[in-house]
Protein backbone atom coordinates (compact mmCIF):
# COMPACT_ATOMS: atom_id res chain seq x y z
CA UNK A 1 0.00 0.00 0.00
CA UNK A 2 1.37 3.65 -1.06
CA UNK A 3 1.89 5.90 1.99
CA UNK A 4 -0.87 8.40 2.42
CA UNK A 5 1.93 11.55 2.29
CA UNK A 6 2.93 10.44 -1.27
CA UNK A 7 -0.91 10.68 -2.04
CA UNK A 8 -2.01 13.45 -0.88
CA UNK A 9 -1.07 16.96 -2.58
CA UNK A 10 -3.90 19.57 -1.46
CA UNK A 11 -6.39 19.68 1.43
CA UNK A 12 -7.76 16.33 1.97
CA UNK A 13 -10.02 14.92 4.48
CA UNK A 14 -8.72 11.54 5.76
CA UNK A 15 -11.44 9.04 6.61
CA UNK A 16 -10.47 5.95 9.17
CA UNK A 17 -13.22 3.63 7.42
CA UNK A 18 -12.54 1.13 10.69
CA UNK A 19 -13.26 3.97 13.30
CA UNK A 20 -16.36 4.82 11.31
CA UNK A 21 -17.97 1.71 11.60
CA UNK A 22 -16.82 0.97 14.97
CA UNK A 23 -18.88 4.13 15.76
CA UNK A 24 -21.91 2.88 14.14
CA UNK A 25 -21.92 -0.73 15.31
CA UNK A 26 -22.14 1.21 18.98
CA UNK A 27 -24.86 3.61 18.02
CA UNK A 28 -26.91 0.63 16.37
CA UNK A 29 -26.24 -1.89 19.80
CA UNK A 30 -26.85 1.58 21.80
CA UNK A 31 -29.99 1.42 19.98
CA UNK A 32 -31.41 -2.04 20.71
CA UNK A 33 -30.70 -2.21 23.94
CA UNK A 34 -32.65 1.09 24.54
CA UNK A 35 -35.33 -0.70 22.48
CA UNK A 36 -35.35 1.78 20.43
CA UNK A 37 -35.05 2.52 16.38
CA UNK A 38 -31.43 4.09 15.09
CA UNK A 39 -32.68 6.47 12.19
CA UNK A 40 -29.54 7.97 11.83
CA UNK A 41 -28.99 11.46 10.28
CA UNK A 42 -27.18 11.36 6.79
CA UNK A 43 -25.83 15.14 7.13
CA UNK A 44 -22.69 14.29 8.26
CA UNK A 45 -21.30 12.01 5.60
CA UNK A 46 -23.51 12.58 2.90
CA UNK A 47 -22.40 9.46 0.84
CA UNK A 48 -24.31 7.02 -0.63
CA UNK A 49 -20.92 4.31 -0.05
CA UNK A 50 -21.38 5.46 3.48
CA UNK A 51 -24.75 5.11 3.82
CA UNK A 52 -24.09 0.93 2.26
CA UNK A 53 -22.30 0.79 5.75
CA UNK A 54 -25.23 1.39 8.05
CA UNK A 55 -27.94 -0.83 5.82
CA UNK A 56 -24.93 -3.47 5.97
CA UNK A 57 -25.57 -3.23 9.85
CA UNK A 58 -29.19 -3.26 9.61
CA UNK A 59 -30.26 0.36 9.36
CA UNK A 60 -33.30 0.70 6.96
CA UNK A 61 -34.53 3.86 7.75
CA UNK A 62 -32.58 7.52 7.90
CA UNK A 63 -32.91 11.48 8.13
CA UNK A 64 -31.76 14.23 6.12
CA UNK A 65 -31.26 18.11 6.20
CA UNK A 66 -32.84 19.08 2.96
CA UNK A 67 -35.14 17.55 0.08
CA UNK A 68 -32.28 17.50 -2.55
CA UNK A 69 -29.83 15.57 0.04
CA UNK A 70 -33.95 13.15 0.09
CA UNK A 71 -33.59 12.80 -3.53
CA UNK A 72 -29.95 11.56 -3.30
CA UNK A 73 -30.44 8.41 -0.85
CA UNK A 74 -33.85 8.08 -2.36
CA UNK A 75 -31.57 7.38 -5.77
CA UNK A 76 -29.40 5.40 -3.67
CA UNK A 77 -31.95 2.56 -2.26
CA UNK A 78 -33.06 4.14 0.76
CA UNK A 79 -37.00 3.45 0.78
CA UNK A 80 -37.96 5.74 4.14
CA UNK A 81 -36.71 8.97 4.84
CA UNK A 82 -37.63 12.08 6.87
CA UNK A 83 -36.19 15.59 6.15
CA UNK A 84 -35.88 16.23 9.64
CA UNK A 85 -36.29 20.02 8.74
CA UNK A 86 -39.55 22.16 8.88
CA UNK A 87 -41.26 21.68 5.31
CA UNK A 88 -40.35 24.51 2.69
CA UNK A 89 -42.75 24.99 0.75
CA UNK A 90 -40.99 26.16 -2.80
CA UNK A 91 -40.07 22.29 -2.95
CA UNK A 92 -43.57 20.94 -3.29
CA UNK A 93 -42.66 19.68 -6.83
CA UNK A 94 -39.59 17.85 -5.52
CA UNK A 95 -41.77 16.95 -2.59
CA UNK A 96 -44.83 15.16 -4.48
CA UNK A 97 -42.03 13.27 -6.51
CA UNK A 98 -40.43 11.62 -3.93
CA UNK A 99 -43.21 10.52 -1.95
CA UNK A 100 -44.40 9.22 -5.22
CA UNK A 101 -41.69 6.64 -4.99
CA UNK A 102 -40.93 6.43 -1.03
CA UNK A 103 -41.82 6.52 2.68
CA UNK A 104 -41.17 10.27 2.76
CA UNK A 105 -41.49 11.62 6.36
CA UNK A 106 -41.99 15.63 6.92
CA UNK A 107 -41.67 17.84 9.71
CA UNK A 108 -44.38 20.74 10.26
CA UNK A 109 -44.97 23.26 12.35
CA UNK A 110 -47.62 26.02 11.45
CA UNK A 111 -50.92 25.52 10.02
CA UNK A 112 -49.81 27.24 6.95
CA UNK A 113 -47.63 24.62 6.06
CA UNK A 114 -51.02 22.18 6.96
CA UNK A 115 -53.02 23.99 4.99
CA UNK A 116 -50.62 24.55 2.26
CA UNK A 117 -49.80 20.61 1.77
CA UNK A 118 -53.49 19.36 2.16
CA UNK A 119 -53.99 21.67 -0.85
CA UNK A 120 -50.98 20.65 -2.59
CA UNK A 121 -49.81 17.46 -2.27
CA UNK A 122 -50.40 14.55 -4.59
CA UNK A 123 -49.71 11.87 -2.46
CA UNK A 124 -49.69 11.08 1.40
CA UNK A 125 -47.08 11.39 3.57
CA UNK A 126 -46.34 10.84 7.46
CA UNK A 127 -45.96 14.08 9.06
CA UNK A 128 -43.95 14.81 12.42
CA UNK A 129 -44.75 18.04 14.67
CA UNK A 130 -41.16 19.37 15.61
CA UNK A 131 -41.40 20.56 19.03
CA UNK A 132 -38.69 22.57 20.57
CA UNK A 133 -37.52 21.28 24.11
CA UNK A 134 -35.31 24.53 24.77
CA UNK A 135 -33.04 25.01 21.55
CA UNK A 136 -35.35 27.71 20.43
CA UNK A 137 -34.38 27.45 17.05
CA UNK A 138 -37.22 25.95 15.48
CA UNK A 139 -40.59 23.99 16.63
CA UNK A 140 -43.73 24.50 18.57
CA UNK A 141 -43.60 24.96 22.59
CA UNK A 142 -43.48 21.74 24.18
CA UNK A 143 -46.13 23.60 26.61
CA UNK A 144 -47.98 24.87 23.64
CA UNK A 145 -50.32 21.77 23.98
CA UNK A 146 -53.69 24.01 22.53
CA UNK A 147 -51.36 24.89 19.32
CA UNK A 148 -50.01 21.66 19.12
CA UNK A 149 -53.63 19.97 18.95
CA UNK A 150 -54.52 22.65 16.58
CA UNK A 151 -52.13 20.89 14.08
CA UNK A 152 -53.27 17.91 14.94
CA UNK A 153 -56.65 18.32 14.24
CA UNK A 154 -56.25 20.46 10.87
CA UNK A 155 -54.00 16.74 10.09
CA UNK A 156 -57.41 14.32 11.20
CA UNK A 157 -59.19 16.55 8.24
CA UNK A 158 -56.85 15.29 5.72
CA UNK A 159 -56.76 12.71 3.46
CA UNK A 160 -52.86 13.77 2.52
CA UNK A 161 -51.17 14.04 6.08
CA UNK A 162 -50.37 11.22 8.53
CA UNK A 163 -49.98 12.67 11.86
CA UNK A 164 -47.49 10.54 12.57
CA UNK A 165 -46.18 12.46 16.27
CA UNK A 166 -43.30 14.74 17.80
CA UNK A 167 -39.93 15.30 16.83
CA UNK A 168 -37.41 16.83 18.87
CA UNK A 169 -33.74 18.33 17.95
CA UNK A 170 -31.76 18.77 21.91
CA UNK A 171 -29.38 21.27 20.00
CA UNK A 172 -28.40 23.11 22.69
CA UNK A 173 -26.40 19.84 24.07
CA UNK A 174 -23.86 21.19 21.43
CA UNK A 175 -23.56 24.59 23.63
CA UNK A 176 -23.30 22.11 26.84
CA UNK A 177 -20.57 22.88 29.21
CA UNK A 178 -20.13 19.58 30.30
CA UNK A 179 -22.07 16.04 30.54
CA UNK A 180 -23.58 16.94 33.17
CA UNK A 181 -25.50 19.86 31.49
CA UNK A 182 -25.96 17.38 28.65
CA UNK A 183 -27.74 14.51 31.18
CA UNK A 184 -29.76 18.04 32.68
CA UNK A 185 -31.19 18.80 28.87
CA UNK A 186 -31.75 15.51 28.11
CA UNK A 187 -33.66 14.58 31.35
CA UNK A 188 -36.05 17.44 30.51
CA UNK A 189 -36.47 16.90 27.04
CA UNK A 190 -37.64 13.24 28.06
CA UNK A 191 -40.13 14.47 30.56
CA UNK A 192 -41.23 17.04 27.66
CA UNK A 193 -41.67 14.38 25.39
CA UNK A 194 -43.36 11.91 27.00
CA UNK A 195 -45.99 14.33 28.58
CA UNK A 196 -47.04 15.01 25.40
CA UNK A 197 -47.00 11.78 24.39
CA UNK A 198 -49.49 11.56 27.42
CA UNK A 199 -51.75 13.93 26.28
CA UNK A 200 -52.27 13.24 22.77
CA UNK A 201 -52.12 9.30 22.81
CA UNK A 202 -55.16 8.96 22.21
CA UNK A 203 -55.94 11.42 19.50
CA UNK A 204 -52.78 10.19 17.76
CA UNK A 205 -52.80 6.00 16.94
CA UNK A 206 -49.58 4.44 17.15
CA UNK A 207 -48.12 7.82 17.96
CA UNK A 208 -43.87 8.18 17.84
CA UNK A 209 -41.85 10.15 19.05
CA UNK A 210 -38.09 11.12 17.43
CA UNK A 211 -35.39 12.37 19.34
CA UNK A 212 -32.28 13.17 17.53
CA UNK A 213 -28.44 14.84 18.89
CA UNK A 214 -25.21 13.19 19.00
CA UNK A 215 -24.33 13.81 22.69
CA UNK A 216 -26.69 12.77 24.59
CA UNK A 217 -27.25 9.65 22.30
CA UNK A 218 -23.71 9.27 22.78
CA UNK A 219 -23.36 9.48 26.89
CA UNK A 220 -27.12 8.89 27.86
CA UNK A 221 -28.47 4.94 28.60
CA UNK A 222 -32.29 6.81 29.18
CA UNK A 223 -34.34 6.76 26.18
CA UNK A 224 -37.85 5.91 27.92
CA UNK A 225 -40.73 6.65 25.45
CA UNK A 226 -38.66 7.51 22.65
CA UNK A 227 -39.19 5.39 19.51
CA UNK A 228 -36.42 6.28 17.17
CA UNK A 229 -33.01 8.51 18.14
CA UNK A 230 -31.24 10.27 15.32
CA UNK A 231 -28.03 11.32 15.55
CA UNK A 232 -25.73 12.52 13.21
CA UNK A 233 -22.24 13.29 13.96
CA UNK A 234 -21.65 10.20 15.46
CA UNK A 235 -20.74 8.53 12.26
CA UNK A 236 -17.03 10.64 12.45
CA UNK A 237 -17.13 12.30 15.73
CA UNK A 238 -14.80 15.59 16.06
CA UNK A 239 -12.85 17.97 18.52
CA UNK A 240 -16.19 19.40 19.81
CA UNK A 241 -18.00 16.32 20.80
CA UNK A 242 -14.26 14.87 22.19
CA UNK A 243 -14.25 18.41 24.16
CA UNK A 244 -18.43 17.80 25.30
CA UNK A 245 -17.35 13.87 26.72
CA UNK A 246 -19.22 12.60 23.67
CA UNK A 247 -16.63 10.12 22.47
CA UNK A 248 -13.16 9.43 23.20
CA UNK A 249 -10.46 10.91 21.44
CA UNK A 250 -9.78 7.69 19.49
CA UNK A 251 -13.26 7.36 18.00
CA UNK A 252 -12.70 10.71 15.78
CA UNK A 253 -12.90 9.10 12.29
CA UNK A 254 -11.63 12.02 9.94
CA UNK A 255 -8.85 14.21 10.03
CA UNK A 256 -7.72 16.66 7.43
CA UNK A 257 -4.33 16.55 6.23
CA UNK A 258 -2.93 19.97 5.20
CA UNK A 259 0.34 20.97 3.44
CA UNK A 260 2.51 23.54 5.52
CA UNK A 261 3.09 26.16 3.22
CA UNK A 262 5.10 28.66 5.15
CA UNK A 263 6.78 29.24 8.36
CA UNK A 264 6.90 32.66 10.56
CA UNK A 265 10.13 32.28 12.98
CA UNK A 266 9.46 35.29 14.42
CA UNK A 267 5.74 33.99 15.77
CA UNK A 268 6.65 30.55 15.89
CA UNK A 269 3.55 29.86 13.24
CA UNK A 270 3.16 27.54 10.68
CA UNK A 271 0.93 28.38 7.51
CA UNK A 272 -1.22 26.03 6.30
CA UNK A 273 -3.04 25.28 3.15
CA UNK A 274 -6.11 24.70 4.83
CA UNK A 275 -8.88 27.92 5.31
CA UNK A 276 -12.17 28.46 5.91
CA UNK A 277 -13.47 26.78 2.77
CA UNK A 278 -12.41 23.75 3.59
CA UNK A 279 -13.02 23.68 7.63
CA UNK A 280 -15.32 26.22 7.92
CA UNK A 281 -15.12 29.02 10.69
CA UNK A 282 -16.41 26.83 13.62
CA UNK A 283 -14.31 27.04 17.12
CA UNK A 284 -13.41 26.79 20.45
CA UNK A 285 -12.63 28.81 23.33
CA UNK A 286 -9.64 26.76 24.90
CA UNK A 287 -9.72 28.43 27.72
CA UNK A 288 -10.94 31.41 30.08
CA UNK A 289 -9.51 34.23 27.87
CA UNK A 290 -11.36 33.26 24.83
CA UNK A 291 -8.54 32.08 23.17
CA UNK A 292 -9.89 30.54 19.42
CA UNK A 293 -9.21 27.16 18.72
CA UNK A 294 -10.06 25.76 15.15
CA UNK A 295 -8.68 22.55 15.27
CA UNK A 296 -6.32 20.10 17.15
CA UNK A 297 -2.82 18.86 15.46
CA UNK A 298 -1.84 15.20 14.62
CA UNK A 299 0.54 13.70 13.04
CA UNK A 300 0.07 11.84 9.59
CA UNK A 301 1.33 8.51 9.78
CA UNK A 302 2.04 6.23 6.95
CA UNK A 303 -1.73 4.94 7.35
CA UNK A 304 -3.48 6.99 9.43
CA UNK A 305 -2.71 9.91 12.03
CA UNK A 306 -1.38 9.74 15.67
CA UNK A 307 -2.70 11.24 18.63
CA UNK A 308 -3.21 14.60 19.41
CA UNK A 309 0.26 16.10 19.79
CA UNK A 310 0.75 19.29 22.41
CA UNK A 311 2.35 22.69 22.15
CA UNK A 312 0.36 23.53 19.25
CA UNK A 313 -3.04 24.30 18.07
CA UNK A 314 -5.17 25.69 14.73
CA UNK A 315 -5.31 29.63 15.84
CA UNK A 316 -7.29 31.46 13.17
CA UNK A 317 -8.35 30.52 9.57
CA UNK A 318 -8.67 32.73 6.73
CA UNK A 319 -10.53 32.13 3.41
CA UNK A 320 -7.44 29.43 2.01
CA UNK A 321 -4.61 29.29 5.00
CA UNK A 322 -4.85 28.44 8.37
CA UNK A 323 -2.65 29.36 11.05
CA UNK A 324 -0.50 27.01 13.79
CA UNK A 325 0.67 28.56 16.53
CA UNK A 326 3.22 26.39 17.93
CA UNK A 327 5.65 25.51 20.60
CA UNK A 328 9.43 25.83 19.74
CA UNK A 329 9.90 22.07 19.41
CA UNK A 330 6.76 21.71 17.19
CA UNK A 331 7.89 24.41 14.93
CA UNK A 332 11.22 23.08 14.73
CA UNK A 333 9.58 19.33 13.44
CA UNK A 334 7.57 20.75 10.48
CA UNK A 335 9.32 22.22 7.28
CA UNK A 336 7.66 23.49 3.99
CA UNK A 337 6.25 21.01 2.16
CA UNK A 338 5.32 18.54 5.15
CA UNK A 339 1.96 17.39 5.56
CA UNK A 340 0.06 18.35 9.07
CA UNK A 341 -2.97 16.86 10.33
CA UNK A 342 -6.17 19.02 11.69
CA UNK A 343 -8.53 17.25 13.95
CA UNK A 344 -11.61 19.60 12.83
CA UNK A 345 -13.99 21.15 15.56
CA UNK A 346 -16.85 20.22 13.77
CA UNK A 347 -16.87 17.53 11.09
CA UNK A 348 -20.21 17.87 9.92
CA UNK A 349 -19.57 21.44 8.22
CA UNK A 350 -15.81 20.08 7.64
CA UNK A 351 -17.33 16.94 5.61
CA UNK A 352 -19.75 19.16 3.37
CA UNK A 353 -17.02 21.78 2.36
CA UNK A 354 -14.45 18.91 1.19
CA UNK A 355 -17.02 16.70 -0.61
CA UNK A 356 -15.15 13.88 -0.74
CA UNK A 357 -13.06 11.63 1.11
CA UNK A 358 -9.51 9.58 1.11
CA UNK A 359 -9.98 6.84 3.48
CA UNK A 360 -6.71 5.42 4.83
CA UNK A 361 -6.59 2.87 2.55
CA UNK A 362 -5.85 5.60 -0.53
CA UNK A 363 -9.36 5.08 -1.76
CA UNK A 364 -11.85 8.03 -2.25
CA UNK A 365 -15.04 8.47 -0.97
CA UNK A 366 -17.52 10.13 -3.01
CA UNK A 367 -20.61 12.27 -1.66
CA UNK A 368 -23.89 13.97 -2.84
CA UNK A 369 -21.47 17.19 -2.98
CA UNK A 370 -18.51 15.58 -5.18
CA UNK A 371 -16.88 17.95 -7.80
CA UNK A 372 -17.66 15.99 -11.32
Known amino acids: MQNLDSKIIRPTLLLDKAKCIANIETMQAKAKRSNTRLR????????????EWFKERGVEAIAVSSMQMAEYFANNGWKDIT??????????????ELASKIQLNLVVESQETIAFLQSELKHAVDVFIKVDTGYQRSGMPAEATGSIRLLINLMDESD?????????????????????EIYKNHSKTLLDLNELKDVFRKEIPGLEVSLGDTPACSISDEFYG?????????????????VLGSCNEDQIAVVMACPVIARNIDRNELVIHGGGVHFSKEYLEADDEGTKLFGSIVRITKNGWSEI???????SLSQEHGIIRCSDELFDEFVIGDLIGILPVHSCMTANLMGRFMTTEGEWIETMNSKQ
Not at 164 to 176: C, E, P, V
Not at 309 to 315: E, M, S, V
Open 83 to 96: VAIAVNVREIDLIN
Open 160 to 180: KLNCKGFLAHTGHNYQASDQK
Open 40 to 51: PHFKTHQSAEIG
Open 226 to 242: IDEIRPGNFVFYDIMQY
Open 309 to 315: IGGGYLA
